[in-house]
């Protein structure tokens, strides 16, 4: 429970589904500022005292620094760009959290996602949300089957409004707080100005190249950009120009025109099957997306040595190198992948 409308009514759900006497708020304690913490938990434990069900609070700092903050900021220097939510749902809220729920006797872990699951024949499957704008089935993509299986999203079926009623009519103080839309370690969503202060550097002034390595001007370091970014380059071209592709050997990036960011194939790797075995078929059509907010789109796969080349029906804009591509079967998760 961070202690939002999300989790708040999630628990009031698990307790009418499950009972008072079986359910237990947690709280994961990630923050590097102690009084976020501080007052994350106090809001969750409000929650709970009003609905007369236990809360604890699990400090998660280490493992959170160690598992996500690390990987976000190793990958930014590799010139990839991360997604630190699908690594923390996969390592800490169903890792670390699942773990420490076996050790205290409980089997379940309910959460303020919005995706559904369902079981067919002892497998579980991961499916899109009810309402397709809170849909968050691909931040759970990496999950693995066990984790899924005893994962409970009962906010899959519910639209925010709902959630939000819900929790109103039971008077929590967080149904009119507004959605957090940043990266929770970084809120103002400055990554750059954090990456700085965690590695205790400036900028890295690097060249600006075109596609056939001409120089064209001086950036701030490669890590400080991202593919398909044209806003805040601080170059003058006399034309809009985007990031097409980034060097992170020679903190090189390279410019050039919208129309070129375009793929129509994508390479994936690390492929991960939530339900636990490759339901793959080559040829057959799927739908996927490259990132969050990616409207999903047409697509077959060929599998290869070391993942799967993804073949868009449509050419889609900027697959970027370390964001996740998550293949869908109709509304269900089939896998996810690394772009590469």
Not at 124 to 138: C, H
Not at 247 to 276: H, M, P, W, Y
């Amino acid at each position: 429970m961070s202690g939002g409308v999300d989790s708040s009514a999630a628990m009031l759900l698990a307790m009418e589904k499950y009972g008072r006497d079986n359910v237990c708020g947690v709280t994961l304690c990630l923050s590097a500022d102690p009084a976020t913490d501080e007052k994350n938990c106090a809001d969750a434990k409000a929650v709970c005292d009003v609905l007369g069900v236990p809360h604890r609070s699990v400090d998660a700092r280490k493992e959170f620094e160690q598992t996500v903050i690390d990987y976000f900021t190793r990958e930014y220097f590799l010139g990839r760009t991360p997604n630190p939510c699908v690594i923390c749902n996969r390592e800490i809220k169903f890792g670390l959290l699942y773990g420490y729920a076996k050790e205290n006797g409980f089997d379940r872990i309910v959460t303020g996602h919005y995706a559904v699951t369902e079981t067919v024949g002892g497998t579980a499957f991961l499916k899109r949300a009810a309402d397709p704008k809170k849909d968050q089935s691909y931040v759970l993509a990496m999950l693995s089957q066990e984790q899924l299986a005893a994962a409970d999203f009962l906010l899959g079926g519910m639209t925010k409004p709902d959630v939000r009623a819900l929790a109103a009519s039971h008077g929590f103080a967080s149904a009119s707080r507004s959605d957090s839309q940043d990266i929770c370690f970084i809120p103002d969503g400055d990554y750059a100005a954090f990456l700085k202060t965690r590695c205790g550097i400036s900028d890295q002034p690097g060249d600006y190249i075109d596609e056939t390595g001409k120089i064209l001007g001086r950036h701030k370091g490669q890590w400080q950009y991202t593919i398909g970014q044209r806003k805040g380059l601080g170059i003058s071209m006399g034309k809009h120009v985007f990031v097409l592709g980034k060097d992170a050997e020679q903190n090189r990036v390279t410019l050039g025109d919208e129309d070129k960011l375009f793929r129509t194939e994508v390479a994936v790797t690390g492929l991960s099957f939530i339900s636990g075995e490759d339901r793959l078929v080559t040829g057959k059509p799927y739908t996927a997306k490259l990132r969050y907010a990616h409207r999903p789109a047409e697509t077959t796969v060929t599998l290869t040595g070391t993942g799967a080349v993804l073949t868009f029906t449509e050419p889609q804009r900027a697959p970027t190198p370390g964001q996740f591509a998550v293949i869908y079967d109709g509304n269900t998760v089939v896998c996810a992948g690394v772009i590469e």
